[in-house]
């Protein structure tokens, strides 16, 4: 028998590797940033640990709302512009806009004994969890 070989089409030698992962990440246009904001939660006995990163961010502009077991992280990225007289920027991957992530808890969180701390692009949130009131069983008398 005689061994069958393809060689590339026209097509094929036209559009390259356009096609390749096409489907595994989404595409984005030149110039386009995309903001993204990665977290981790610990559990603990008595609280949640939450580590956010925010880089480039101020502190001001960070906005924390607990609601029962929900927590949701919001964040503004500013873009400063600075002119310089005789200066004409030529190209700049700076950005803004907002970027935001919320997330369900297994208990309900003691919102009064939260607590917030920002530090070098990093927001660590201690979020105590609600104390249950005890089932309790009363005797008939």
Do not use: C
């Amino acid at each position: 028998m005689a061994n069958i070989q393809r060689y590339g089409s026209v097509f094929d030698d036209f559009f390259g590797d356009l096609g390749k992962g096409f489907w595994v990440k989404p595409y984005s246009l030149p110039g386009e940033t995309e903001l993204k904001m990665k977290v981790d939660v610990k559990e603990a006995e008595k609280a949640f640990t939450v580590h956010a990163e925010i880089p480039g961010v101020k502190k001001e502009d960070i906005q924390i709302d607990i609601n029962g077991d929900q927590v949701s992280i919001r964040a503004e990225v500013k873009q400063e512009k600075e002119e310089k007289k005789g200066e004409k920027i030529i190209h700049s991957e700076r950005y803004y806009g907002m970027v935001s992530r919320s997330f369900t808890l297994p208990t309900d969180i003691d919102s009064q004994g939260a607590s917030a701390n920002y530090k070098d692009g990093v927001l660590e949130l201690t979020l105590p969890k609600k104390t249950s009131a005890q089932a309790k069983r009363i005797s008939i008398s």
